[in-house]
Nanobody
């Protein structure tokens, strides 16, 4: 599996912003990357996916216009800028690599309070 390390989570107020980062030490693979999230008692859901070249991006409807995903292949990093956070965004956010096999990181917690 591709090693993934996330950072950048935290506890914030509604309306605040965070920047979530994910890096991998894998230097040879070419694959889409992205972010999923899982709230307590809920299934894991996709947040955003970005292709290797960055020309294809998808967002969950619930985050469109508030979250922005980007990647820097020279640093083997993908970033999720999360703005105008809502209480409903509270979840553990997992980095994802569309490698073989699909891989998710351990996650970083985002907690949003009103």
């Amino acid at each position: 599996q591709v090693p993934l390390v996330e950072s950048g989570g935290g506890s914030v107020q509604a309306g605040d912003s965070l920047s979530l980062s994910c890096t991998t030490s894998d230097r040879s693979g070419i694959y889409d990357m992205g972010w999923y999230r899982q709230a307590p008692g809920k299934e894991r859901e996709v947040v955003a996916i970005i292709s290797w070249t960055g020309d294809r991006i998808i967002y969950a409807d619930s985050v469109k216009g508030r979250f922005t995903i980007s990647r820097d292949n020279t640093k083997r990093a993908v970033t999720l800028q999360v703005n105008r956070l809502k209480v409903g965004d509270t979840a553990k956010y997992h980095c994802y690599a569309d490698a073989q096999p699909d891989t998710w990181g351990q996650g970083t917690q985002v907690t949003v309070s009103s």
